[in-house]
């Protein structure tokens, strides 16, 4: 991508003393277990590193899913939201964008912090009980903020599962601001970005916010017995999004048969012990 001169500054209020996004920044851990990233890179990489590692083969299967297309291409939302993988945190992209604020829901990727533009991390596992409405109302007002300051702001994801926390807190903003049903918010973001799918338990909790900011709730999430299972997922999926819904029964049935032939594993979705037990 080619590079145009964006000097622009954020000058983003301090986050308030307390608040679960201030509290997040000093996290060593997620909650899960898992160690955060603390790392600050104050030097993007370039374009040419970027294409570098996308043409490598010794660079891993993931790195090589990450930095090609689909995940490597950065998508548009609105005039100053935009979604991307890590590859498109590259100097060029960032001045060509004007992006001054960048929220990295990863706990496995360093913040990228050039001078002009401020990162905040959200430090969550895409697990259906992680619980990233904590995060809603901080995340959307700070987007807001950097919008009305003529900010732009990148949320990126690490990897394919990533698009699960990336996009929950690009709805949540877009159901708060946009004034968008959730349902319309995820399509519109669907189209743009192909792999955009929050986890159940991510989608129980937009509902929720939804009913909070709007009233009503435009999803719901429907159960569905297969193979004796309970299975869960947004209504519209049955017709509008078919392959994501065989998709997800897929995935919660493989879970909900390996918590059956190892009563060890702890069930991700709540209320399905009475499928197995």
């Not at 060509?96 to 912090?113: D, F, K, Q, S």
């Not at 792999?195 to 719901?220: C, H, M």
Request: hydrophobic share 35%.
């Amino acid at each position: 991508m080619g590079c145009c001169t964006s000097s622009a500054k954020s000058n983003l209020k301090p986050l308030r003393m307390g608040s679960p996004l201030q509290v997040a920044q000093t996290m060593k851990m997620t909650k899960s277990g898992h160690g955060i990233n603390a790392k600050v890179v104050r030097r993007p990489m370039s374009q040419k590193e970027a294409e570098k590692i996308a043409r490598d083969p010794n660079s891993g299967p993931d790195f090589q899913l990450v930095f090609n297309p689909p995940l490597s291409i950065c998508h548009k939302l609105t005039k100053y939201v935009y979604l991307s993988g890590i590859a498109a945190l590259t100097k060029e992209n960032l001045e060509h964008l004007g992006i001054t604020l960048i929220i990295n829901a990863t706990y496995e990727w360093p913040n990228v912090e050039p001078e002009g533009i401020t990162c905040y991390r959200v430090p969550l596992d895409d697990s259906e009980g992680d619980d990233i409405s904590i995060y809603f109302d901080d995340v959307s007002d700070k987007i807001e903020e950097n919008a009305q300051n003529g900010g732009k702001t990148l949320v990126h994801l690490h990897c394919m599962a990533g698009a699960s926390r990336s996009t929950t807190l690009v709805l949540a903003y877009l159901v708060k601001y946009e004034r968008i049903a959730l349902k319309n918010a995820f399509i519109s973001v669907k189209k743009r970005r192909e792999t955009a799918r929050p986890n159940v338990g991510f989608w129980d909790q937009l509902i929720k916010y939804e009913i909070k900011i709007r009233g009503v709730a435009s999803v719901k999430m429907i159960t569905k017995k297969v193979d004796g299972f309970d299975i869960i997922y947004p209504d519209f999926y049955e017709k509008e999004f078919q392959a994501l819904r065989d998709r997800e029964i897929n995935k919660q049935l493989n879970e909900l048969k390996e918590k059956l032939n190892n009563p060890n594993v702890k069930s991700k979705y709540k209320g399905q012990t009475n499928a197995y037990e």
